[in-house]
């Protein structure tokens, strides 16, 4: 069966950006004049996707606005002959069809996917968490549907990763079947270093065959107090195969605040408005130990 819904667990607090998370959602702090959730959803746009399901919660009214049509915007856009601009804002809104399931407490991952399960329904569904910008010639996801299609499996997109920071991932064991395919043979949450089953992090891209939704039902809270998706796929585990992929790409970790600098930094380098002044200006700094 092809893959042709997403969903976007987008309900968290954003504490780490507060104060500006306060009352704006992370997920449209902007990378340059762009928020970061729509880099995201057009990745998976890219990948083929025709639906996407965003799991929201309170405060959240600003996603929604963003890829909804703005009326007002576009006819003062019109009347002021700003077709550039006109054409960008109505992109925005007619890019896919979205859908909105309200996640009522944020409970960890596994419980946001579940809250979307009435929609999924039965058949397989692809993850993504805002915080991860993939920039690859082929979008991830289109990288991990193709393998989906091999292997008919749940899939977790990994990447290699210093030991000493597997507190802040899920961590994989597994056994490479063939380039950058690994079948998963175990997964802990947030590990210790020194108890992390290898160097291959779990990061913000998911395909989950239906039957999760079985499995997170059954999952107690873990890392955090929370429903850990990592828990339910470990469960998963003993009635299905799981394979996990170590895509091709960089990715940009915007759910920290050095993370979301270094990819302002490294995308406002690349626009061709901007790039050449900002370049110049960064090479103008006094870069000295203070």
Do not use: W
């Amino acid at each position: 069966m092809p893959i042709r819904k997403a969903v976007f667990p987008v309900a968290g607090l954003g504490t780490r950006f507060l104060p500006a998370t306060k009352a704006l959602p992370k997920e449209m702090l902007p990378l340059v004049d762009k928020p970061v959730i729509q880099y995201v959803i057009e990745e998976a746009v890219a990948s083929g996707l025709e639906n996407i399901i965003l799991v929201t919660g309170r405060r959240k009214n600003a996603i929604e606005d963003h890829f909804d049509c703005s009326y007002e915007l576009e006819k003062t856009l019109e009347a002021r002959g700003r077709t550039d601009l006109l054409k960008q804002v109505r992109s925005i809104s007619d890019m896919i069809h979205l859908s909105y399931v309200r996640q009522k407490e944020a409970l960890g991952l596994g419980h946001a996917v579940l809250a979307a399960s009435a929609v999924v329904g039965e058949e397989p569904f692809a993850v993504f968490l805002g915080d991860d910008i993939i920039k690859a010639k082929v979008p991830c996801m289109k990288q991990m549907i193709d393998r989906f299609e091999k292997y008919g499996t749940s899939f977790l997109a990994v990447e290699r990763i210093d030991r000493s920071r597997s507190k802040a991932y899920g961590m994989i064991k597994g056994t490479e079947v063939e380039a950058g395919v690994y079948r998963v043979e175990g997964l802990v949450e947030k590990p210790e270093p020194a108890a992390a089953p290898s160097d291959l992090a779990i990061i913000g891209r998911y395909i989950l065959e239906p039957e999760i939704f079985e499995f997170i039902r059954k999952t107690k809270p873990g890392a955090g107090g929370e429903i850990q998706l990592t828990d339910a796929l470990e469960l998963m585990l003993s009635r299905k195969p799981i394979h996990a992929f170590r895509f091709e790409g960089k990715r940009y970790d915007t759910g920290n605040k050095l993370g979301f600098l270094k990819a302002t930094v490294e995308f406002a380098l690349e626009r061709e408005d901007l790039g050449k002044e900002f370049r110049r200006f960064l090479a103008g700094l006094d870069l000295g130990s203070s």
